[in-house]
């Protein structure tokens, strides 16, 4: 329970709305014995930090992020991690023009209906700025991981439908408006056996993970949509003698376990919806209006570019939970 | 906790092996109030029924479930409904030729691997029967959902890449092959405000429910894998007044929660893995071995035909779940 | 959540009422690998059986378990166990006669007003005949706590406030009217470290799983209650070189996980509210009435001697869960 | 799941050691539409600061609360509330003579089998300092409750034995010993219908709650240990015409569920670990030692003073959730 929590053991919570103090993410479930500084979270947070690449958004925040408690000389200790990232550079003043706008493709009507009130500064607690909890959590996610070899690894493999699209996105951005994208996961080395039956497979807990991130449409593994396309006689990977499976078609995982094949997954990303160009629109009080976003607002041309180190993360998240569930799967560990 | 349960509220645990005595499903947190009798159950039983259509598998179970607990003068109580579903119809000896083969796109293999143990008659827990369970939790889902005017409705989209399939199915069954497919899911009427934040919203919810599935290999809520490659200004759903969005490609949901246009997603499945077609493996001790199904086996040439009512009831179970988690959300309700 | 499941690994979910068809547990989380019969289920379930000890309601069910599922060639599979318990020996007619009464101590008043309906027939699902379902489960976590030589025991403790009780209870009986009790649980031998921080303290879980029992009133941990009235110089249990503490006055665990020292606990039991003495009440309706037991009726003169049983199933999964979930506690296991 | 998280729907999550920077709660699940401000909270804190109350411990922090996210324009929104607190005060060198010493009633010896590191300085996670984080969130509950009307109120019932123990008090103090004590909480106006059934019964979840608190040994429903010994005939509370029962010893729940009449229960807590006086404990190395304090060192003689606030804090936070798991019982809300 609670929309804002994430695992089973390996648990995060994260708070915070874009424009408030400070956004975090407790860790509960961590087990005790990494190595963990604010210094490596900070890497990892650097990676999806806005204003870095040169077709993200311009909003410049240090992401310094402050470990609070369940660290000790170094080490975790198995009390909760708590982490908070302060919020230094929200302009909130910007948005005070739009405030009473729908937005196409945001959460503030279905937020304003759901509880009545919004945080509307910045997108709030919809905003994509709470990823950086994620992907904080995902770094101490990733040091228990490296401990047993495993690497997650997200890439960016298409903008717009296209494989190499920097021109594309160099064109869009000058016209204002913005561009989807595919985001793929590859963990080439994994264990056999993580992964719980049914409503807990690994595919279910990373399609979950992955379409709880802002902006996700789609979610596939290994061959995904074209395995629907398929004859049962070139889909099935064959196993073979001194090894695992011959080909990999089913992205790693066999009845929702993992098989020792690497884990392959696709996410698709819709294009940013703040977009440079005029929108119809409505008021909250249902009158038409016009869109127009406020000069100087920052926004990426495509999220699915920021997304990757964010979906590493949830990778990262969702594996290091299976790790420890699997402990409980037999009477002998 | 608990792989083999779903929901928050609405909670479902199944349990049971293809050729154990029974499968069955307790469902803890349904309300009160709603009639329900096995004859509803058993219908919708049927839809998904092995016989009953000319291209499914012919085992034949009567699947008449039994409500053993949690109904009261045709009423729910409250308390946890078990509902039992015998297996008549299972003949396990066919299998005793194949129990030391690795079965491509099978999971004795991984569960084997994790457990140590695997009741691999008719594919033990991992066999497609547990739908059954599903399908029987969703009726009662279903009942609770109708009487908010709610109707998910799932179809069968393209088999094999097809949206017209009939011969296609029939060729490829002379062949022994399988076929994927694509399930679509519309929910024309729905109230705004369903889904919670983050981790639990709508499609997050829907994606775990989807990918949960037996040979479900993608997700995609809305237009899905297509928005990737779009633009923003094509993609944004443009608010109107007196209604809500001119066009419906983010499928029912902005930032997780319904917002009162209708709910579309689709499931994509692998072809069947069980096919009439010799293929090369190994044994459980690592040996060449080659795969011949059993004289009188029965599968489908394409799971995705019998998924349909699998994929409605678990839309279903996500549904009645964040009506009643949408209770709490605010203090006035 | 839910209401109906106890646990977080090691998971349990009852369902049933006293006079349904069946009643029955679904443990979600045991861990392969572990022998289990319905014959050792069996043996669990005669402790705590009406009809066996003197002193006792006369109600006779067999009380045969079958396991449904999750069972393999005599092993535990990892896969959910399902026990049903047929409901052989209920004549709900005797009940017809006072459905329409308020039962001092009885949950149909409550039932009624939270769910507007209950099904009234011998207490249904608030009916002490849940707690063979626990039993039942505890029985397979009393397997599991077995291999590392962990060995749950309940006693009697005192009987309406006597450590030697036989004759007053059977004055009581005599009388027509009955007892409360006292159940204390020892665990001679328990490793170091069960028990998680905070909420889910070895304590905690245990005070829960008691007070989750019918007419359970009480929980005390070590010398309980006593310990309010004493000095810090007295309570306190030393430390002693080469062994653990001098004294087990805290009852075996410090900042809510097992220190080494064995586990000491009481459940305190109210007297059973059905009585053979009329009772004033009040109808359903709100009219004044008298409440007359039906002939024949049966009921136990004294609930804590057929607790004991219940109580030692609890304890056992309280530990049972503990055990795994410690697994997780550090990256070393 | 996760140990450091309490609660269903209104759910907490607390973080933070002794010796920490700060320490902290995330509240996941708080509805929107209730004012709040860090006034409200900071004076429920001041109700357990510790330097505030004659017999307290001398240590003093401001605890001035920062309500971090979850709150705009003075309303809650829906979203996690993130309240931290800052550690001020805290002076661990005085901890470094003993922090090689196990100490008796303390934490450190099981923290460190369980974890193999343990953050000693001022207690770590196991300090009463924790219960901070539970007042600052029952705060936020109590503001919940108080618009339904429901207003929980803890008294100290005890002290060492006596209901007058102001004399005793300072006695015990001045001889550097310590004494237990017995908190009482009574709610006066409860809605009927208040609880789950079985596992999540009002009292399961109290006892798991009080019993979850440093220093707690017991916990009591109604007349609690005292039913035990009684008989039915004088325990039973009768129903009566127009009103609910004639006497209240059951303390407010039938079935587990509030039947309307005050819900009242008492919770023990053990005399203070940290005694003034001389010890014999043995080294984290096994070798035999005395504990003698620091000079300086801050505890309180009597835990169950400062308890009060948290038990009703907590009392509180079980409230609120039943409230909103109520909301899900029926299909007619």
């Known amino acids: 329970m609670g929309g804002n929590s994430f695992g089973q053991i390996f648990k995060i919570t994260t708070w915070g709305e874009s424009h408030g103090k400070a956004i975090g993410v407790v860790i509960d479930g961590c087990p005790s014995g990494i190595e963990l500084s604010e210094e490596e979270i900070h890497l990892e947070l650097l990676k999806r930090a806005p204003g870095r690449a040169p077709d993200t958004s311009s909003r410049k925040e240090p992401d310094k992020p402050e470990i609070l408690s369940g660290v000790f000389q170094g080490i975790t200790t198995g009390t909760p991690i708590s982490i908070l990232i302060p919020n230094k550079d929200s302009d909130s003043s910007k948005y005070d023009s739009i405030k009473h706008l729908l937005r196409p493709g945001h959460a503030n009507f279905t937020y304003l209906k759901k509880y009545g009130i919004f945080d509307h500064r910045g997108g709030g607690r919809a905003s994509a700025r709470e990823t950086a909890c994620r992907v904080a959590a995902g770094a101490v996610a990733k040091k228990f991981l490296a401990s047993f070899g495993i690497f997650p690894k997200a890439t960016l493999k298409e903008v717009g439908g296209q494989t190499s699209y920097e021109d594309l996105l160099k064109e869009i951005q000058g016209e204002g408006d913005s561009l989807g994208g595919i985001v793929e996961v590859t963990v080439p080395m994994l264990p056999v056996g993580l992964g719980e039956p049914l409503y807990h497979k690994m595919e279910a807990l990373l399609a979950q993970a992955m379409l709880s991130l802002p902006a996700s449409k789609g979610f596939e593994m290994g061959l995904g949509f074209e395995a629907a396309r398929m004859r049962g006689s070139e889909h099935n990977d064959l196993f073979i003698p001194g090894e695992i499976t011959e080909t990999n078609h089913a992205g790693g995982t066999l ?74 799967s037999t009477i002998q560990f």
Chains 1, 2, 3, 4 share one sequence.
């Open 255 to 328: 009845g929702g376990i993992s098989n020792g094949m690497p884990l392959v997954f696709r996410v698709a990303f819709k294009p940013t919806s703040s977009i440079f160009k005029n929108q119809k629109t409505v008021t909250t009080a249902g009158e038409p209006a016009t869109l127009n976003l406020p000069e100087g607002s920052r926004h990426d041309p495509c999220v699915a570019i920021r997304a990757v180190p964010v979906v590493e993360a949830m990778a990262a998240l969702v594996l290091a939970d299976l790790i420890l569930l699997n402990r409980c």
